[in-house]
């Protein structure tokens, strides 16, 4: 079975930095992403990990340790526009490419 | 920048009804999927789609539920006698390859509304 847990909100300041941690229990597990969702907007992709360490692309990190089944999404320098939820997607399955979804962050970012 | 699009944006049916959700994928993509999201609730995986066949699909996608692609652009969802609890938001995704590396790119969605 696929198991994938986040916290359900986190609020955080203009320009402060926000982590939100995901874990998870997957059989088959290939890879993991993280998307963004704007209320009553499509997931937006933002970071693909599949070996341990950190991945940097701008003012998001995200981080993967397998052996631990633990993520983060590390947002910096946040800005009002990144108030959404953030979702933690693990791939599996046969053809590896099913995406299993944690429950979402929802991130309130204040002045 | 190429997009998913999707329509109807919002579609509402009565109980019973059959519905007919349409996306047009990214052109060079070719792998497609289905994914629907209940109010308040998570992304839940319905079907993946390759080369004119169903390649993986989830325990919600029973025979109520079937995929088409009609022609070259469009890929479709067919939910026949629908439900209250068929009432979701509806996304369409696809993907330059179907490794589990390969994004998966989201269209806009359709507002499912069952009465």
């Known amino acids: 079975g696929q198991n994938i847990d986040q916290p359900t909100e986190m609020t955080a300041t203009e320009g402060a930095i926000v982590q939100i941690n995901c874990t998870y229990q997957t059989s088959g597990f290939n890879g993991l992403f993280w998307y963004q969702q704007h209320a009553g907007e499509a997931p937006t992709f933002l970071s693909y990990n599949v070996l341990d360490g950190l991945e940097e692309k701008g003012r998001f990190s995200s981080f993967l340790s397998r052996s631990k089944g633990y993520s983060y999404l590390l947002l910096k320098e946040l800005q009002m526009k990144d108030s959404a939820s953030y979702l933690c997607?693990?791939?599996?399955?046969?053809?590896?490419?099913?995406?299993?979804f944690g429950g979402g962050t929802r991130v309130l970012v204040k002045p | 920048e190429p997009e998913v699009t999707q329509t109807p944006s919002h579609q509402v049916t009565q109980m019973g009804q059959e519905v007919i959700l349409r996306c047009v994928p990214i052109s060079n993509h070719l792998y497609f999927y289905w994914y629907r999201q209940i109010l308040g609730q998570k992304v839940e995986f319905l079907v993946s789609f390759y080369n004119n066949e169903i390649s993986e699909k989830s325990e919600i996608f029973d025979d109520q539920f079937s995929v088409e692609r009609p022609d070259g652009s469009n890929f479709t969802l067919k939910i026949r006698s629908t439900k209250l609890e068929d009432s979701a938001m509806y996304f369409c995704?696809?993907?330059?390859?179907?490794?589990?590396?390969?994004?998966?790119?989201f269209g806009p969605g359709t507002r499912l509304t069952v009465l």
């Open positions: 997607a693990v791939t599996s399955g046969a053809a590896g490419n099913k995406l299993t």
């Open positions: 995704a696809s993907s330059e390859m179907g490794g589990p590396s390969d994004t998966q790119y």
